[in-house]
């Protein structure tokens, strides 16, 4: 299973952080235009202003076909949603996912902002969702199997009662936007590789207020919750280290319960 799951050294590591750097600004410039009353299209064009700013190659952009600058995933949309029409209204909650490309090397990150005022319900969402990240970062050291990072995920949400999106998760990242391994955010049921140092994967849990099920709109992008309940989505590209992973996409934190001004008790 490991054969196909590169280790990288100091160097190339190295030019992952500054490509981690550069998709982390992208994306904390793009989370601070959102606001109530603009579109996901104009969230779109701003983020491609930021990535011609930046002179980096764009990891989404035309990636599959997809045709979007960064993801932009409103309420009940999971992933890959496509900017358009749709209004950002207050109250709401939004997902972006960028990825930028520097020098051959790709950065991977997302995370979920609140728009005005937002429902308790939604914030502990938020709070769970960008937690349990970092709970699986934790466990992204060399000596442990991947199901440590998955394991730590599921049990940290579990507890709430909030669903753990299944069809869609993490993966390697480096040369390539997906690369191996797969990281699921739950305990599969088939083997999973040890961990060595110099690994890197993008950790992205994907949380739901409802059902863990997701269906695909039309457009063969846009992922939204079967049930139409909300969903948060948080990523950082993350090197395999002696004691923790390391963050390659280093940004503040945005959805601790002080910040948000909530409790967060399961």
Same mark, same amino acid.
């Given at each position: 299973?490991?054969? &196909?799951?590169?280790?990288?050294?100091?160097?190339?590591?190295?030019?992952?952080?500054?490509?981690?750097?550069?998709?982390?600004?992208?994306?904390?410039?793009?989370?601070?235009?959102?606001?109530?009353?603009?579109?996901?299209?104009?969230?779109?064009? #701003?983020?491609?202003?930021?990535?011609?700013?930046?002179?980096?190659?764009?990891? #989404?952009?035309?990636?599959?076909?997809?045709?979007?600058?960064?993801?932009?995933?409103?309420?009940?949309?999971?992933?890959?949603?496509?900017?358009?029409?749709?209004?950002?209204?207050?109250?709401?909650?939004?997902?972006?996912?960028?990825?930028?490309?520097?020098?051959?090397?790709?950065?991977?990150?997302?995370?979920?902002?609140?728009?005005?005022?937002?429902?308790?319900?939604?914030?502990?969402?938020?709070?769970?969702?960008?937690?349990?990240?970092?709970?699986?970062?934790?466990?992204?050291?060399?000596?442990?199997?991947?199901?440590?990072?998955?394991?730590?995920?599921?049990?940290?949400?579990?507890?709430?009662?909030?669903?753990?999106?299944?069809?869609?998760?993490?993966?390697?990242?480096?040369?390539?936007?997906?690369?191996?391994?797969?990281?699921?955010?739950?305990?599969? &049921?088939?083997?999973?590789?040890?961990?060595?140092?110099?690994?890197?994967?993008?950790?992205?849990?994907?949380?739901?207020?409802?059902?863990?099920?997701?269906?695909?709109?039309?457009?063969?992008?846009?992922?939204?919750?079967?049930?139409?309940?909300?969903?948060?989505?948080?990523?950082?590209?993350?090197?395999?280290?002696?004691?923790?992973?390391?963050?390659?996409?280093?940004?503040?934190?945005?959805?601790?319960?002080?910040?948000?001004?909530?409790?967060?008790?399961?």
């Amino acid at each position: 299973m490991s054969e &196909h799951i590169v280790t990288r050294n100091p160097g190339e590591i190295a030019k992952l952080r500054r490509a981690g750097e550069v998709s982390a600004r992208i994306l904390m410039e793009v989370a601070s235009y959102v606001k109530p009353g603009v579109t996901t299209a104009e969230i779109d064009a #701003f983020a491609a202003e930021v990535f011609a700013r930046e002179k980096c190659g764009n990891a #989404f952009h035309g990636y599959g076909g997809y045709p979007g600058h960064l993801c932009i995933s409103v309420n009940e949309v999971v992933v890959h949603g496509i900017g358009d029409e749709r209004v950002v209204h207050d109250g709401d909650i939004v997902s972006l996912d960028a990825g930028a490309v520097v020098d051959g090397w790709y950065g991977d990150n997302a995370l979920t902002v609140p728009v005005g005022k937002v429902n308790e319900q939604a914030l502990r969402l938020l709070a769970v969702t960008e937690e349990a990240l970092y709970r699986g970062i934790e466990q992204a050291k060399q000596g442990n199997n991947l199901v440590d990072v998955c394991g730590a995920i599921e049990d940290f949400v579990k507890p709430f009662g909030f669903g753990i999106v299944r069809e869609y998760v993490g993966h390697g990242v480096g040369r390539h936007l997906h690369e191996d391994p797969s990281v699921p955010n739950y305990r599969p &049921h088939h083997r999973l590789p040890h961990l060595r140092r110099g690994m890197i994967l993008a950790i992205e849990p994907m949380i739901t207020l409802g059902t863990y099920r997701v269906k695909v709109l039309p457009d063969h992008w846009t992922a939204v919750t079967a049930d139409g309940s909300w969903a948060a989505h948080f990523e950082h590209t993350v090197a395999v280290g002696s004691h923790s992973g390391e963050i390659l996409t280093e940004r503040p934190r945005m959805a601790l319960p002080a910040q948000l001004g909530i409790t967060l008790n399961s």
